[in-house]
């Protein structure tokens, strides 16, 4: 169904015609402590994500115990869009296609951050100021870099009258930022700052390496971990390589269009109109466009479930994680997004009974990418997930499926999945009135 209130990607009767994966680079569930019947949940649980018609492509990588139990991908990296002539060439996504991160990208850079405080390069109680002479004025003179990472700096939203081309201008977008009157003194209120954090940190690593956050990163964690993209933008020969983001779902209308324009600075449709423009991939913006595999994400918070080692290769300290998994403010609304947060410098933490990672995740810690990507680490469970999406919508039939897909990961990789009365009491009775409850949303 594609109508003006309402957008989907084609859906073929075979799915089997969109799915990549090499049977080789997945571990045995049993090696990995898991059931066959729980990993082949949660891999139907991406599936019914995809019949929705809400993601053109999903990617999805499942490390338990460090060891790969599900490496796929479903769908088409571009061709298959709602607004796609139905005349085009249709490119299938893989597992080695690059998709931009979007607001996941924070969860790196703020761990950039992280290492130059391990290398003695900044302190994150440091004022800003000190290392952005500019920045310290109208009322920011004590806002820190901690404050900046766990969304508490006072300036998580753009100037009304912005210029949406500053986007492109880094320079520009932080003499912008040092010029504006903050919302709230530093450290007073959280409010997640979806853009504009993310350019003071880049401004800070090129302040004091003498290298832009593209290049440091490259050096400190791209290259050392051998990953192929996992950087802010992309090199011109592999542009092409990417996959395309699309608008799907309804419309987002107000007043969530209102929170929306609030926190992105702009509206929906026109964010991932801008995300596959060529300035966008070329570009740098610490915040929002970070390339990478959903295997490569996973793989870096696998790192960090290993307390900073990955492969016999050691990129942070174990104290340097420990300090950006703590939790700086207890859950409480966050008043850009309006839905209760909880927060490290730099991580979006889960919760109890209910959280982003799914059930009883209070332990869990990642980050979320424009509402439909997901990545994270939970150490309870010994699990690292990467979640990649291409189709961004707010609302629809894909959020039933989508809590399944969390809860089953959830439940599946505990200790004992498989031989607790509870699980057997969820996966009997909620999740197949889960999936009822989609069915009659996808006929309204």
């Not at 169904?1 to 799915?19: A, C, G, Q, R, W």
């Not at 997945?26 to 891999?43: D, F, H, L, R």
């Not at 996992?230 to 309804?250: I, L, Q, R």
Request: glycine content about 8%; aromatic content about 10%.
């Amino acid at each position: 169904m594609n109508t003006f209130f309402y957008k989907t990607h084609t859906i073929p009767e075979d799915l089997s015609s969109v799915i990549t994966f090499d049977p080789t680079e997945e571990t045995p569930p049993k090696q990995a402590g898991m059931s066959i019947e729980g990993v082949q949940a949660i891999w139907d649980s991406v599936l019914d994500m995809y019949r929705t018609g809400i993601f053109p492509g999903i990617s999805l990588c499942l490390r338990r115990r460090g060891k790969i139990v599900l490496k796929r991908a479903i769908g088409h990296a571009r061709g298959n869009g709602p607004d796609d002539p139905k005349v085009c060439e249709k490119i299938l996504l893989t597992p080695d296609t690059p998709i931009c991160q979007f607001s996941a990208s924070k969860a790196v850079t703020a761990m950039i951050a992280h290492l130059l405080v391990e290398r003695g390069a900044i302190n994150l109680t440091d004022p800003i100021s000190y290392y952005i002479p500019g920045f310290g004025f109208y009322g920011k003179e004590n806002t820190t870099i901690y404050h900046i990472l766990s969304h508490h700096g006072g300036i998580p939203t753009l100037p009304a009258n912005a210029d949406p081309e500053l986007l492109f201008d880094s320079e520009g977008f932080v003499r912008m930022l040092c010029d504006k009157k903050p919302d709230a003194p530093g450290g007073r209120r959280m409010a997640y700052h979806a853009i504009t954090g993310g350019f003071i940190i880049g401004e800070i690593v090129q302040r004091v390496t003498g290298m832009n956050v593209r290049e440091f990163l490259r050096e400190t964690i791209q290259r050392p971990l051998g990953f192929k993209y996992f950087n802010f933008g992309m090199d011109e020969e592999d542009m092409p390589k990417v996959a395309m983001n699309y608008s799907t779902g309804f419309p987002v209308v107000f007043p969530l269009s209102v929170v929306v324009k609030r926190a992105l600075g702009a509206s929906w449709n026109d964010v991932v109109r801008i995300s596959n423009d060529p300035r966008f991939l070329k570009t740098i913006i610490p915040a929002a466009n970070l390339y990478a595999t959903a295997d490569e994400m996973c793989q870096f918070f696998q790192l960090m479930l290993n307390e900073g080692k990955l492969n016999g290769v050691r990129i942070f300290e174990p104290l340097t994680i420990r300090r950006a998994i703590m939790e700086s403010d207890s859950m409480k609304l966050d008043t850009t997004m309006m839905v209760p947060m909880r927060y490290s410098a730099g991580m979006m933490l889960g919760s109890s009974p209910i959280g982003m990672y799914g059930p009883f995740t209070n332990k869990a810690f990642g980050h979320l990418g424009f509402i439909n990507i997901f990545c994270w680490a939970d150490p309870e469970r010994d699990l690292s997930c990467a979640l990649m999406t291409t189709g961004k919508s707010l609302i629809g039939p894909h959020l039933l499926s989508l809590s399944r897909f969390l809860s089953h990961t959830s439940w599946y990789c505990r200790e004992g999945a498989g031989t607790n009365e509870m699980t057997d009491v969820w996966c009997s009775y909620v999740m197949p009135l889960s999936k009822i409850l989609q069915s009659v949303f996808m006929t309204l």
